[in-house]
């Protein structure tokens, strides 16, 4: 029996169609039988960043209306055996699908894999609660920006009225190091210590994560750019390992937070 | 009927008149007796104005019959009602009261568009986060950070405070004042409290030991009392 999650934030293009692929990607590479959801009908992405448009002959709002069944839908990514993608529709709107709809699927897609991945629009309205419906737990992306992280916490303070879903786990997505010293950006510990929910992971702003998404083939495949180690590493943190933050990751630890307490800057 | 049992006594004091309302006799018989005694001798037209004190002593009054009580004394030109105290209080009244007097315990986080609101004092154990909002008819006790907005004494009480272990809030509301963060960005402060300075009428942020003068017994029952 699987476990479904769901990523979601909010705010829109803070990356959560990019961790959905990545987090995916490196899961299947640890072995593990992963399937995707998009849930974004309409504004279809996880395909093309995953470079499997060409392949799809059904989509999620087929299942749901049971134009098919979900094993005809689902799209064997190239690379990988145990990594499928359930694709979004590109024509039908949004009310095409509902929350007991996706349940379905993926309660039955639970069956079959260990992961199942939930790719979730941005916003609070219909889609969102389409994509949360059949998820065990969540994941919450937001970038070192205020209008974000204040989005993230709206969704978190949602997130949390859900019956049946753990507290949601974070993911801070596209820092740059400098503008964080500079001020100019929120740093790590500021945003936990608003948010107050575990920390999953740390992603760079990576050129490489556009590059890749821009050939169809998610950065997590290359063996060590930042981005990539950034997103294997959240991948076993998924499956229970403890991995520590690496080092752009830049946690300045409790020393930090006390001498903040007591008003010293360092 | 008894005339030495008198429905009304007048007394005067410093503050003015206090009519001393009979607990025994019929309210019909209090109306006969107020309009004649106001009629009668109490007060020259020539005075200034007197205040009056209405002492119910352990009679409960609906508010119709207090209004039909406040028209006779108001028809005297020169009386002005300052007060009707009563030992007695409705189940309802009661109840409210006691709300008014609690002390809510709260433990969670506030968070962007969600708002918390209590009767009486609310003691928040957690943070307030940007874009979240709290308020209470009393005062707002917050064991976390204010990042947010702070409503305290929202059905009017001025002597409210909003205390904070750590307070960057984005609006502080007290009553009907308001006071919000300055346009550059600021480092919040640590122990603080905020409360209606009534000379400026302006929202002030003070050390939170401040308290220790400026509402001095603060929460204290009897205290609240009088606010209540
Ligand atoms: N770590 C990163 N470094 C650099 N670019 C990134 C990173 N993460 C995401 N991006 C880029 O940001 C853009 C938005 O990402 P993505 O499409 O994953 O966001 P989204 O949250 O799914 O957006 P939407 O709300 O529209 O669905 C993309 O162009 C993507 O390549
Ligand atoms: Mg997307």
Redesign the pocket.
Known sequence: MGEAIV?T?G???????????NVGTSLALLGKKVCLIDT?IG?R??DV?MGLENRIVYDVVDVVQERCRVKQALVRDKRFDCLHLLPASQTSDKSAVTPEGIQRIVAELKQDYDYILI?????IEQGYKNAIAGADKAVV?T?PEKSSVRDADRIIGLLEKEEGMESPHLII???RTHMVKSGDMLDINDIVEVLAIDLLGI????????KS??HGEP?AFQPNTK?SI?YRNIARRILGESVPLMSLEEDKGMMAKVKKFFGIKS | MNNKKQAITIKGTKDGLTFIIDETSSLELIMKELETKLSSKVVDQDQPMVKVNIDLGNRYLSNEMKEELLEIVRNKQNLVINEITSNVLTKEEAQEWYEELEISTITRIVRAGQKLHVKGDLLLIGDVNPGGSVSATGNVYILGRLNGIAHAGIDGNQEAIIAAAYMNPTQLRISGFLSRSPDFETEGLFMECAYVDQKTEQILIDRLQTLTTIRPGLGSIERRMING
Do not use: F, M
């Open positions: 990523i934030s705010k829109g293009g803070v990356g959560k169609t990019t961790t959905t692929a974004d504004l992405n996880l960043v790719d979730c629009p941005a916003g992306i970038t997505n596209r820092i992603v760079a702003d990576d050129d490489e994560v556009i998404s821009h950065v981005a950034s």
